[in-house]
């Protein structure tokens, strides 16, 4: 399928350079032209080939949000654990819930999550859940880009599994891909770390984790091991080959020092951070530090909404009281995060600015609304005033899937929703 996506204010993300008047064309999944256009329908084709050409009519075209952290099977547990601190609402309330849900579930539940990404303007997500196998296959029928991450703890998959699908899922389908991870380390015995650590320094692979999301979790660490958890992990050489860390939240300067040392990502999720009541991470210092940042949702059992534009919203606004100071995390810098920053964080190079030979994940902002007039500052906007109901259309390797508030995709939207609950139906 070819695409023109012409007569649009276009923001590439590439370093240093601004918004301008243009077209986009795509040829299956790629991008082969980002520039100037005529903006108009009169296009001198160079073959015979089909086009599809859509007037943008001014409105904005930007590189995908890609949501750094998820889980999406969740889904079930939507407003099914409210208002309760993190240690009883994962050990009472998730996780004897998680120990029932099949394959079979998780996939109905991933493609209600995918529905909600749609919305928001996310072309990627990086999640960490129960099944990857069928999470995949939800992800491919939904034509979800998906990187998976490893979430073996005490209680379900393995290092072996984690390898297992290692090996598999980054060969299946170029819309899949798995890094190695694992839960946490409050989660996981000594001896299943030592394992993790092993295969990174077996394949010379990056490794995901939760890290630091609340006190108590960083007391813990220090009772077992002398150490927080981040030192300690980096103690088994864990982080030799790079990856990135999850929320981040109580983290001392050495542990921030670390980080820097091993190039790694903090993975920020404010809206989760903020409802389970976990705090405020030091984004400040992580940008002085020159750490990068990259944001993600979380899941919808914490958050309880997967959506970019109150992540953008909540990581500057926090960070400006933490700091006390409202020049904190600037808007620009924040937006880098939920796209550039994102994509690099997942491996997703090729999908990261809007360029010539880059996979085609566009998204179309409406900026033929009331917050985003009059237009001062596109970029601003986006972040302190945009909303889901700015996401005009969203495309994922070369494909639409959503647009004008519809979903292009193979199942109904209606079918999806019952299925979610005739599943948490079985669970009540």
């Given at each position: 399928m070819n695409i023109r996506l012409f007569n649009a204010n276009i923001l590439t993300m590439e370093e240093g350079k601004e918004i301008f008047l243009g077209e986009i064309r795509i040829q299956n999944e790629k991008i082969i032209y980002v520039g100037e256009g005529s903006g108009s329908n009169t296009?001198?084709?160079?073959?015979?080939?089909?086009?599809?050409?859509?007037?943008?009519?001014?409105?904005?075209?930007?590189?995908?949000?890609?949501?750094?952290?998820?889980?999406?099977?969740?889904?079930?547990?939507?407003s099914y654990a409210d208002d309760l601190p993190l240690n009883d609402w994962l050990n009472k309330q998730i996780f004897p819930v998680e120990a029932k849900m099949t394959e079979e579930d998780i996939y109905h539940l991933t493609k209600l999550a995918v529905l909600e990404y749609l919305t928001s303007g996310i072309t990627a997500i990086f999640d960490m859940y129960l099944t990857p196998e069928s999470i995949a296959r939800a992800c491919d029928d939904t034509g979800m880009r998906c990187v998976q991450v490893g979430a073996v703890n005490n209680f379900s998959q393995s290092p072996e599994l984690v390898e297992e699908m290692f090996l598999k899922l980054n060969s299946i389908s170029p819309l899949q891909s798995y890094k190695l991870g694992f839960h946490a380390e409050y989660t996981c015995s000594k001896e299943l770390l030592i394992k993790i650590a092993e295969l990174s320094h077996k394949y010379q692979a990056p490794v995901y984790t939760h890290l630091a999301e609340t006190k108590d979790e960083v007391e813990g660490c220090i009772a077992r091991y002398g150490m927080t958890p981040i030192a300690f992990l980096n103690s088994l050489g864990m982080f030799d080959y790079g990856g990135g860390c999850y929320h981040c939240v109580?983290?001392?300067?050495?542990?921030?020092?670390?980080?820097?040392?091993?190039?790694?990502?903090?993975?920020?999720?404010?809206?989760?951070?903020?409802?389970?009541?976990?705090?405020?991470?030091?984004?400040?210092?992580?940008?002085?530090?020159?750490?990068?940042?990259?944001?993600?949702?979380?899941g919808p059992a914490s958050n309880n909404c997967l959506d970019m534009f109150r992540e953008m919203f909540l990581v500057t606004g926090l960070a400006k009281i933490r700091e006390n100071d409202a020049s904190a995390v600037d808007a620009t810098e924040v937006l880098k995060m939920a796209t550039v920053n994102g994509a690099h964080a997942m491996g997703l190079y090729d999908s990261d600015i809007l360029s010539e030979g880059k996979l085609a994940d566009i998204i179309m902002i409406d900026l033929n609304q009331p917050n985003m007039q009059p237009i001062n500052n596109i970029t601003k906007n986006i972040v302190y005033s945009g909303s889901k109901q700015n996401v005009k259309m969203t495309m994922v390797h070369g494909r639409i899937l959503y647009q004008d508030g519809k979903f292009l995709l193979a199942d109904k939207p209606e079918d999806i929703y019952r299925k979610a609950n005739e599943i948490i139906n079985k669970y009540r």
């Open positions: 296009f001198i084709k160079d073959n015979e080939e089909e086009w599809e050409e859509i007037d943008c009519q001014g409105n904005l075209l930007m590189p995908g949000f890609k949501d750094a952290h998820t889980h999406s099977g969740m889904t079930l547990l939507r109580h983290m001392t300067a050495e542990d921030i020092a670390i980080m820097k040392e091993k190039g790694l990502y903090a993975i920020s999720n404010p809206g989760s951070n903020t409802k389970l009541a976990s705090g405020i991470a030091p984004i400040s210092d992580y940008l002085r530090e020159g750490i990068p940042v990259a944001l993600g949702t979380d």
